[in-house]
Each structure stands twice: as structure tokens, then as C-alpha cells.
């Protein structure tokens, strides 16, 4: 089983930046493809980006690709995603999500078994 704990959002102007972290506890973290996903307001949850469990591959939504990197340190038991250029949008709640093995291109949050409770991003113009 594994928790997970994000951190690191809050308000920033369009065009600034922000880092959110995912520290993960419990046994065998190293084990777990990752991902982030985000939720508006009235909007289903959608991949944002994918680490593989080696942290070896990685894959982005189109929009966000060039722009936002996610990375891992399993010695941290930690990920991370590094969003620059971020644009005007509506308010998001950004969860890190976890699942055994699974690929850096696995977009389906049915496929996470595991959730953060989640943090708020919003950007304003």
C-alpha cells in the first residue's frame, strides 16, 4: 500500500511557474509508475503527465508538452512536476496518482490504484 501527500500549489501569474511535489510512503515505492492528473471544476479528471516506476520514460499531455517535466527520486520516495509557461485557465486540484508497473503512457485514472488528497493550482491572468 502506498500514500501519497502533494504539495506545493497555490496562485500564480500567467507566465509564472510552480513545482509540486508527491512524497509517497510505504513499502516498495520503486515499484510504481506515476502520474499527475488534474481536475477542474465540473470537468472529469485528465492526465497530465507520466513516470515510469525506473523513472526511465516519461509522456505528456499535448498541451502541456515543452512545458511542464516530471521527474522522480526514488531515494526520496518523492516526484515531482515542474510546470512553467503556465497559462490562464481555470482552477485545477492536481493529484499524484500510483500504480504497480505501470507505464509513463498510462493516461486512464481507473488504471491508479492509488490517490493524493490533491492541490489547488490556479493562474491568473
Do not use: H
Not at 39 to 62: C, H, L, M, N
Amino acid at each position: 500500500q502506498v500514500q501519497l501527500v502533494e504539495s506545493g500549489g497555490g496562485l500564480v501569474q500567467a507566465g509564472g511557474s510552480l513545482r509540486l511535489s508527491c512524497a509517497a510512503s510505504g513499502r516498495s515505492y520503486s515499484r510504481y509508475g506515476m502520474a499527475w492528473f488534474r481536475q477542474a471544476p465540473g470537468k472529469e479528471r485528465e492526465f497530465v503527465a507520466g513516470i515510469s516506476w525506473s523513472g526511465g520514460s516519461t509522456y505528456y499531455r499535448d498541451s502541456v508538452k515543452g512545458r511542464f517535466t516530471i521527474s522522480r527520486d526514488n531515494a526520496k520516495n518523492a516526484v515531482y512536476l515542474q510546470m512553467n509557461s503556465l497559462n490562464p485557465e481555470a482552477p485545477a486540484v492536481y493529484y499524484c496518482a500510483a500504480a504497480v508497473f505501470a507505464p509513463a503512457n498510462c493516461v486512464a485514472a481507473r488504471e491508479y490504484d492509488y490517490w493524493g488528497q490533491g492541490t489547488q493550482v490556479t493562474v491568473s491572468s
